[in-house]
């Protein structure tokens, strides 16, 4: 299988279906609970916040992936409106909407920097220590790109052992870095049952000609040998899948192309309404139209 290669060239391994957690610190935020969490996959301790409706009964959940703009101190909290842009804080709008949500600091940002100092602006080296990080990855076979899937992962298996958890509910979203973690990691784990993926859905044959930036969790060595960004996606089918672009966004630009050829795979498998594309005028960055239509295709996907 194309997927089962996929993972041989990351070289992804086993996570356990469900992971427990530390809880560090539980702050009341009005209608729902805020956690630092951490959770640990392959000896990589994690901090995260989970977000808990204060509601009875199962509840969907979904996994959001934090963005990169060049502000490495900024990861879950910005996701969960403490910090950054409130444009990129949709953890809170589905934690309100009844969501349970966590959202993870990616390798290299927030309190997984070297120097981490919370969400203070950057330190100078935290640059430097994110190219370090790959290229150690890439001499050591750990790839970047490996452990910020398998970390994604493990957050899906957090999810997965939360008793108010509907397991037939539990999505994943993120925007530009985020994004790419989306549509990656929901290719290889099939407990994702819906995802979309905002700024971030090109190919690489169209960021190389173009002198369009990979982002180093992408730069995965061998990997355009034998695939291409649309060979990911198509291994979501029949699964649920939302690409949100802009026509004036380099990191989404032919987005158009990669989902026209990604729907002949859902089409063959008889789900071509399960893929979706909405594409915005204008350039990279969220807006206000952008992050509703984001909120609401989650919350109605879910129900």
């Known amino acids: 299988m194309s997927v089962e290669r996929m993972k041989e060239i990351i070289g992804i391994s086993f996570i356990p279906e469900k992971i427990s957690y530390d809880i560090i610190e539980t702050i009341d935020c009005g ?23 204060k509601i009875d009964g199962n509840r969907p959940a979904v996994l959001i992936n934090h963005q990169h703009n060049r502000e490495r101190n900024l990861g879950k909290s910005e996701v969960c409106g403490l910090a950054g842009n409130p444009l990129q804080a949709f953890g809170v709008a ?19 920097r070297q120097n981490a100092k919370g ?26 790109a490996k452990t910020v899937i398998e970390d994604a992962m493990g957050a899906i ?7 108010n958890v509907e397991r037939a509910r539990i999505g994943c979203l993120g925007h530009s870095y985020g994004g790419n973690t989306t549509y990656f990691l929901t290719a290889f784990d ?29 730069i995965i060595p061998n990997f355009l040998k034998e695939f291409e960004i649309v060979d990911v996606i198509k291994e979501i089918s029949p699964r649920k899948f939302m690409i949100v672009c802009a026509d004036d966004d380099k990191y989404s630009k032919d987005a158009p192309d990669v989902f026209e050829s990604a729907k002949t795979k859902y089409i063959a498998d008889g789900y071509s309404e399960h893929l979706q594309i909405k594409q915005f005028i204008g350039g990279h960055a969220l807006t206000t139209e952008r992050y509703d239509f984001i909120v609401n295709w989650i919350s109605n996907i879910a129900k």
């Open 31 to 53: 209608c729902y609970q805020r956690k630092l969490i951490h959770y640990t996959v392959n000896n990589r301790l994690i901090p995260a916040f989970l977000l808990i409706p």
């Open 94 to 112: 589905l934690v309100e909407r009844g969501f349970v949500v966590i959202a993870p600091d990616s390798l290299c940002f927030e309190e997984r």
């Open 119 to 144: 969400i203070e602006k950057n330190d100078e080296q935290d640059d430097w220590n994110h190219f370090l990080a790959l290229c150690h990855g890439i001499l050591s076979g750990q790839y970047l």
């Open 157 to 163: 298996s957090v999810l997965n052992n939360l008793d």
């Open 190 to 218: 099939n407990r994702i049952k819906y995802a979309l993926s905002s700024g971030s859905v090109a190919s690489y044959k169209y960021r190389i000609e173009n002198q369009t930036g990979i982002e180093m969790a992408s």
